[in-house]
T-cell receptor, first 118, second 113 residues
Framework: GAVVSQHPSWVICKSGTSVKIECRSL??????MFWYRQFPKQSLMLMATSNEGSKATYEQGVEKDKFLINHASLTLSTLTVTSAHPEDSSFYIC??????????????FGPGTRLTVL | GDSVTQMEGPVTLSEEAFLTINCTYTATGYPSLFWYVQYPGEGLQLLLK?????DKGSNKGFEATYRKETTSFHLEKGSVQVSDSAVYFCALTPKAAGNKLTFGGGTRVLVKP
C-alpha cells in the first residue's frame, strides 16, 4: 500500500515551453502533497506544499507563477513548469502525506521526474 | 529553524563491512525522525523511522535509535551488501508541522564487492 506514482518519469522539452508533471496517490487519499526539487548529488529542496482544494503554499524563493501547482482531488496533484528554461532542468519529486492515522507524519514519495530543458 | 546535519560522503566500503552514517538534528519539541534511501535514478523510499525518544527503528538490517540527549539518529548496518549502494537521507518532521520534512544533505554510500 501507500504507492505514489509520477508521470512522466522523464521529459525533454524546448526552452520556452511548459511541462506538466502529475503526481498520484494510487491506493490512499492524500490531503497533502509536497513537491521537491533535487539537483545532481544534492538533497531535496521543498518547493511547495499542496492541500486538496486550496492554493499551494510555496517556500521562500520559489516562484509561484513559474511553478504552478494544482491539487484538484485527494489523489492527484500537478506541477506545471511554465516557460521552462535550461536552469529549470532538474529531478522533481512529489510526495503524499496520509490523511490522519498512525502514520500522520509519514510521507510517501513518487519515483521522480527528470526534466531536461534544451 | 529546524535542521538536519549528516556526514558528508561518499562513503566507500567493502562488502560485509560495518556502516555508520551520523545524523544530528536541531528542532523544537520532539520531532519524528526518518531515514530515507534513494537508489540511482529513483525517488526516495522510507528505510526506517522513530517517533519518540529511545525508539529504535529497524529495517533490512539497518537500525537507528532516537537519542534525545544527543539529538542524534545515527544509521547503522552490521554487514553491508553491494545492493546497499545508494544515497541515504536523514530527515525530521515536527509533530505539528503537517508532515513537512526537513532533510539532511544526503550521504552517498558505495559498497564494493
Amino acid at each position: 500500500g501507500a504507492v505514489v506514482s509520477q508521470h512522466p518519469s522523464w521529459v525533454i522539452c524546448k526552452s520556452g515551453t511548459s511541462v506538466k508533471i502529475e503526481c498520484r496517490s494510487l491506493d490512499f487519499q492524500a490531503t497533502t502533497m509536497f513537491w521537491y526539487r533535487q539537483f545532481p548529488k544534492q538533497s531535496l529542496m521543498l518547493m511547495a506544499t499542496s492541500n486538496e482544494g486550496s492554493k499551494a503554499t510555496y517556500e521562500q524563493g520559489v516562484e509561484k507563477d513559474k511553478f504552478l501547482i494544482n491539487h484538484a482531488s485527494l489523489t492527484l496533484s500537478t506541477l506545471t513548469v511554465t516557460s521552462a528554461h535550461p536552469e529549470d532542468s532538474s529531478f522533481y519529486i512529489c510526495s503524499a502525506g496520509l490523511a490522519g492515522g498512525i502514520a500522520l507524519n509519514e510521507q510517501f514519495f513518487g519515483p521522480g521526474t527528470r526534466l531536461t530543458v534544451l | 529553524g529546524d535542521s538536519v546535519t549528516q556526514m558528508e560522503g561518499p562513503v566507500t566500503l567493502s562488502e560485509e563491512a560495518f556502516l555508520t552514517i551520523n545524523c544530528t538534528y536541531t528542532a523544537t519539541g520532539y520531532p519524528s525522525l526518518f531515514w530515507y534511501v534513494q537508489y540511482p535514478g529513483e525517488g526516495l523510499q522510507l528505510l526506517l523511522k522513530a517517533t519518540k525518544a529511545d525508539d529504535k527503528g529497524s529495517n533490512k538490517g539497518f537500525e537507528a535509535t532516537y537519542r534525545k540527549e544527543t539529538t542524534s539518529f545515527h544509521l547503522e548496518k552490521g554487514s553491508v551488501q553491494v545492493s546497499d549502494s545508494a544515497v541515504y537521507f536523514c530527515a525530521l518532521t515536527p509533530k505539528a508541522a503537517g508532515n513537512k520534512l526537513t532533510f539532511g544533505g544526503g550521504t552517498r554510500v558505495l559498497v564494493k564487492p
